[in-house]
């Protein structure tokens, strides 16, 4: 589900991509300091974003060094120095990965997904205890959110609506002391969840199908056992409408923030990444094939 | 305190009278009202377009070039008007008037008061209420439908928003409000997918598979007219 959020690589600069790769790296560093190696791996793109991007709305000076790490110990590479937002990010990283594998081992029973869950339980609870607030709002929307999935709920935005406010927030950050730029990463936020949401939805119609598991686009457009891929290309108009009405909604929200730095690698996401994400997964050009460590 | 005005523009400090009138431009397009419709973040839109604003005109004093002041007026004054009617605007929902210009107030002027105070409320941000209200409505009119879209939008429910919206203009293709907010709807979604970063970038640009269809093409058309463009094939 997670991991969506990607810059347009070829259109990035280098300089870009390696101040991008910086954070990447010094939110996984993050990671392991505050939960242990085992929580690096539960890294994902969405969350570096967050931290860019919060990052990005005070005008100090980025600051790193160049340095090894274990993950690649044979080049060294340069590392953004651990900050609040990092924390932040890290936290709401053990969060939100370890809500998705429980929901995993509890759907599925997915083996994956349960020894993930023992394994990120300690780091959990340290992060719950951080944040105590932001888990039991979580919780709380993850609950109707499985509730609707379980009574089969036929409308994709109902559905959506939940997965955007667990996104609410987690991008709205206390420490970001605007009021008004709370606000807007709250929607931004949301938005991003709801888009998210769908494009794993449609994303995932196959595997469902076969699974028989539920899908908010299946059971709203109503899937009766014709040929799959005639299905999807009959819902892909609907299906992009509203993923593309929902990023321009994140975009409006960006623009409304105070950015300060890091302009060219918000932009790049912002206006490209997610396009070039929407179209890969509309039009299926093989996204595993292309996925790459950074 | 007040802000650098070329830092609100975006410009550096000594551009040219071209240079931030284009600058002006770019980001009144950026924050306009109409942009924001809808939207819960519409008042912070609305401050970023007065900084921009008082920037602008505080830049184009500072100016005071003789031979640019007419244009200079000119643009001033749209800015000022479009400033005016917005305000108008808001204090047509503070006084608690329903609708967005007088057209439509004398459309709905014998229609039910629940429509009125639907949209009051909508236009207040009481979204939970003007849904309440839009449940207890019996006629499920065009009206209803455009109301209702509205109102799903405003939460973000994009998908059912547009087919309400859709269903308002199939109900009465004539009425000119609703057929603008579906246009609306889609001219937001065209607009952000064909932005300039993303037109700008690689994936529009000419690749060496276009040129080489472009070429057959070429080709293909001189063969049938009688001439030959590229002879070995």
Redesign the interface.
Same mark, same amino acid.
């Given at each position: 589900m997670f991991g969506y959020v990607e810059p347009d690589k070829p259109e990035l600069k280098i300089r870009e991509y390696d101040v991008f790769r910086g954070y990447y790296c010094s939110l996984c560093k993050t990671l392991g300091r505050r939960y242990g190696q085992f929580s690096r791996l539960t890294l994902n793109y969405d969350l570096a974003f967050l931290y860019v991007l919060l990052d990005s709305l005070n005008s100090l000076p980025i600051s790193g060094k160049i340095q090894r790490c274990i993950v690649h110990p044979l080049k060294k590479r340069f590392i953004i120095f651990s900050n609040d937002f990092a924390e932040y990010a890290s936290d709401m990283n053990i969060i939100l990965m370890y809500y998705n594998l429980e929901d995993k081992w509890n759907d599925e029973k997915n083996v994956m997904g349960g020894t993930g869950v023992l394994a990120l339980k300690r780091a959990f609870n340290k992060a719950k205890r951080r944040h105590p607030e932001k888990c039991a709002s979580i919780e709380s929307h993850l609950k109707k959110l499985s509730a609707l999935e379980k009574q089969g709920c036929d409308s994709m935005d109902e559905v959506a609506e939940e997965f955007g406010a667990i996104m609410r927030d987690i991008f709205e950050c206390e420490s970001i002391n605007d009021e008004n730029d709370r606000k807007a990463l709250g929607w931004m936020g949301y938005n991003l969840g709801r888009w998210i949401y769908l494009l794993d939805a449609y994303n995932d119609i196959e595997k469902d199908v076969k699974n028989n598991s539920f899908n908010p686009l299946v059971s709203q457009y109503g899937f009766k056992g014709y040929n799959i891929n005639d299905f999807k290309e009959s819902i892909r108009g609907k299906v992009n409408f509203a993923l593309t009405y929902s990023l321009s909604e994140v975009e409006k929200a960006y623009s409304l923030l105070a950015i300060e730095k890091n302009k060219g690698i918000l932009d790049n996401i912002v206006y490209s990444g997610l396009i070039v994400r929407t179209d890969k997964v509309l039009q299926e050009r093989g996204i595993e094939d292309e996925k790459e460590s950074l | 305190m007040k802000k650098n005005p070329y830092k609100v523009l975006g410009i550096k400090e000594g551009a040219s009278y071209d240079e931030i009138k284009r600058a002006y431009r770019e980001l009144a397009k950026? #924050?306009h009202p109409d !942009? *924001?419709q809808n +939207?819960?973040?519409a008042d912070?839109?609305e401050?970023?377009m007065r900084e921009i604003n008082e920037a602008y005109e505080e830049l184009m004093k500072n100016a005071g070039n003789y031979q640019y002041r007419p244009d200079y007026e000119e643009s001033y004054n749209n800015s000022n008007a479009s400033q005016g009617t917005y305000k108008q605007q808001y204090q047509q929902q503070q006084s608690g008037s329903y609708s967005y210009n007088t057209q439509y107030q004398y459309q709905y002027e014998n229609e039910s008061d629940l429509e009125n105070k639907v949209r009051m409320y909508i236009n207040s941000g009481n979204i939970a209420e003007a849904q309440r209200i839009l449940d207890r409505m019996k006629n499920r009119n065009a009206a209803w439908y455009y109301l209702q879209g509205l109102v799903?939008l405003r %939460?973000?429910? #994009?998908? %059912?928003g #547009?087919s309400s919206i859709q269903r308002a203009v199939n109900m009465d293709p004539s009425n000119f409000e609703y057929r603008n907010a579906l246009n609306n709807?889609n001219q937001?979604?065209a607009? #952000? !997918?064909y +932005? +300039? *970063? *993303?037109r700008n970038?690689?994936?529009t640009s000419p690749d060496m598979c276009n040129l080489c269809i472009n070429l057959w093409c070429l080709d293909t058309f001189c063969e049938c007219m009688g001439g030959d463009l590229i002879s070995c094939c």
């Open positions: - | 950026k #924050y !942009r *924001y +939207n819960p973040l912070l839109a401050e970023k799903f %939460r973000g429910w #994009y998908d %059912r #547009y709807l937001q979604s607009g #952000y !997918r +932005n +300039n *970063y *993303y970038s690689y994936h």
